[in-house]
């Protein structure tokens, strides 16, 4: 957060309203396991809103099969100190060997697309 203002009104409690100001975000290439996967993301002040996950076909990729949308800290999570975002083994549990494209959406309205590629335990991702 780069600054608050107060709102204050007749009645109730002052508003605490935060200004966030942010670079777009950017990821990077990575490898790992289904059991020890981060995305290198360098977050520029931004911060993660939801990630979807889809096949080739359109069809929704891992857990909760009838939405694309991912669940947030159950299957991904973003670690803003290691500037990574973590995809855990409950997700890969779900997810058929191939390459999956994920849609990383941040809270200032930008939208990154990641492919990861699943083969086994092994996972790579990038960028394109």
Do not use: C
Request: glycine content about 8%; cysteine-free; aromatic content about 14%.
């Amino acid at each position: 957060m780069n600054a608050t203002i107060e709102a204050r009104f007749s009645q109730g409690a002052p508003w605490q309203i935060g200004i966030i100001t942010s670079d777009p975000p950017t990821q990077a290439a990575a490898t790992g396991t289904t059991s020890s996967f981060s995305i290198p993301t360098q977050f520029r002040g931004d911060q993660l809103a939801t990630m979807e996950a889809k096949y080739a076909d359109g069809s929704p990729a891992g857990p909760a099969n009838w939405t694309s949308y991912k669940e947030f800290w159950a299957t991904f999570q973003p670690d803003y100190a290691a500037n990574t975002i973590i995809l855990k083994p409950e997700f890969f549990a779900e997810v058929n060997d191939g390459r999956v494209t994920l849609t990383f959406h941040f809270w200032s309205g930008t939208k990154i697309t990641y492919y990861i590629t699943k083969s086994g335990a092994n996972v790579t991702g990038s960028t394109t």
